[in-house]
């Protein structure tokens, strides 16, 4: 399962494979993020299978979305507002495509670790569709219809309503019709359900979930905390 390095010297980086666009050492991402370097190491050799899956370019575009749902969510549906709303808000610096570090430290917001203020804050972003700063009626109704067909599961109109309706009346605590971010924060304090899914299990030990991209790391895996 996997491989290990050698006892002979290091490759010289000009020997080493070309790195994809936007490459970081895995120490400064494991310092950076929930993962560990040898996570992060399994995590670059997935990054790698979907970026050249297509364009061969070292970036993870919009057009591969199958393939990057079912290596962050383990299923291959079809396009979902959800899935589409993750993509942008992994994509940094807005030029429709994904790269290694971004990839890295946004699905770090997703480690069962990760802290509740990171989850929280991006799952505000995920229902502020328009780019507001506010989380309006019409973008939670269309991000909770999203988030159902994400589980499979099917409400009717008036069950959605509902749901939509009870997390106004709760979060909207200045009733103008919208819920900002401290409204948000309060909220998801009294229902901590509400960033269910905004945690993926599997990542508390990639390497686990992807043996065959395991490899022994050229540097020590310390990072100074305990992950």
């Keep these: 399962m996997g491989c290990a390095w050698s006892s002979s010297p290091s490759p010289s980086p000009s020997k080493r494979e070309q790195r994809a666009q936007g490459y970081e050492e895995p120490a400064v991402l494991a310092a950076e993020t929930s993962f ?11 990054y790698k299978k979907l970026s050249y899956s297509i364009f061969k370019d070292g970036l993870i575009h919009k057009v591969v979305e199958e393939e990057f749902r079912l290596a962050l969510f383990r299923t291959s549906k079809g ?26 430290r946004s699905l770090s917001i997703f480690h069962p670790k990760a802290p509740e203020s990171e989850k929280t804050a991006f799952a505000f972003k995920l229902y502020d569709l ?24 099917c409400l009717s109109d008036s069950a959605v309503e509902e749901i939509v ?24 304090k009294k229902n901590p359900a509400s960033l269910r899914n905004m945690s993926l299990p599997y990542l508390q030990d990639i390497t686990t979930t992807f043996p065959s991209f395991v490899m022994h790391s050229e540097v020590e895996d310390y990072t100074g905390v305990s992950k």
């Design 79 to 104: 396009a979902n507002l959800f899935a589409d709303r993750v993509f942008d808000l992994f994509d940094l610096k807005r030029n429709g495509v994904i790269e290694f570090g971004e990839f890295v």
């Design 165 to 188: 309706d009870n997390t106004f009346s709760q979060a909207d605590s200045d009733g103008d019709g919208r819920i900002d971010p401290k409204e948000w924060q309060e909220f998801v």
């Design 36 to 46: 560990t370097v040898n996570e992060v190491e399994a995590l670059y050799e997935l």
């Design 130 to 153: 328009r780019g507001t700063g506010y989380i309006e009626k019409e973008e939670l109704r269309e991000m909770v219809v999203a988030l159902l067909d994400e589980s499979d599961l």
